[in-house]
């Protein structure tokens, strides 16, 4: 009886010990879900991020308001004296030029188009860590690299399968191995580029809420400034001028 526990016992050793090598040698796609949870928890966790109602900032010359439980959002942008009002979900609203409410219909479809593109792209600069496992989106880990700081990254490169206006791009996301965060990242306009149109850093994390963003970067002066992330906002913020 002895000598049969004690083979039994040596079998399910031998099991646990095979699963935890099989658990270190992931592929690519389940090791850069690992990481890409990991960051994401790092930041505040998904609980948190969902929590989130209000975000409102900068981007180049707009400025933006969403909220995130509605789908409503408001694009600001004083250098064509446009204000547009617009559900991401349903593509609903209204716009404003030099102050007067747009009335042609077909002129208003633009503009709301128009304003949802702004507000991708626009936030995508401030929430790209959150959109790692987003449907549509491709996740494998390519390997280490050493960001400008010394510290190993992992390096994972993200591709989109029919998602987004801009199924075609390619990024390569740096996350620091000792701070579990996205460090840098590089945009190839095309999925077969060789070289990058631009590698940035993602730095500056602040508390926004219950959550950490990464604005007001230190490298620039492109991209997401100024954010503030609320509970509360006024009403019309979403329906008037």
């Known amino acids: 009886?002895?000598?049969?526990?004690?083979?039994?016992?040596?079998?399910l050793f031998s099991i646990l010990f095979t699963g935890s090598i099989n658990t270190q040698a992931q592929n690519p796609t389940e090791k850069a879900k690992e990481i890409a949870l990991e960051v994401m928890e790092q930041m505040g966790g998904v609980k948190n991020w969902n929590n989130t109602h209000f975000i409102k900032w900068d981007f180049g010359k707009r400025t933006l308001y969403?909220?995130?439980?509605?789908?409503?959002?408001?694009?600001e942008n004083p250098e064509q004296n446009l204000v547009v009002l617009v559900n991401i979900n349903t593509l609903k609203g209204k716009a404003f030029k030099n102050g007067e409410l747009v009335k042609n219909t077909e002129e208003i479809q633009k503009l709301l188009e128009q304003g949802k593109k702004w507000w991708i792209n626009d936030s995508y600069w401030l929430t790209m860590p959150w959109k790692l496992l987003d449907p549509g989106v491709q996740l494998i880990h390519i390997g280490t690299d050493k960001l400008p700081d010394g510290h190993t990254a992992d390096v994972l490169q993200m591709?989109?399968?029919?998602?987004?206006?801009?199924?075609?791009?390619k990024y390569l996301i740096y996350v620091d191995q000792e701070e579990h965060?996205?460090?840098?990242?590089?945009?190839?306009?095309?999925?077969?580029d060789k070289t990058p149109k631009f590698t940035m850093a993602w730095n500056n994390y602040q508390n926004a809420g219950n959550?950490?963003?990464?604005?007001?970067?230190?490298?620039?002066?492109f991209g997401?400034?100024?954010?503030?992330?609320?509970?509360?906002i006024e009403d019309k913020i979403f329906t008037a001028l």
């Open 159 to 169: 591709t989109f399968e029919n998602v987004g206006v801009t199924p075609e791009n």
């Open 1 to 11: 009886m002895k000598l049969a526990i004690k083979i039994k016992s040596l079998l």
């Open 181 to 192: 965060l996205v460090k840098q990242w590089s945009y190839f306009p095309k999925f077969n």
């Open 224 to 232: 997401p400034k100024n954010v503030v992330v609320s509970k509360q």
């Open 211 to 221: 959550v950490l963003l990464s604005f007001d970067r230190l490298n620039g002066t």
């Open 66 to 75: 969403w909220d995130k439980w509605t789908g409503d959002v408001r694009v």
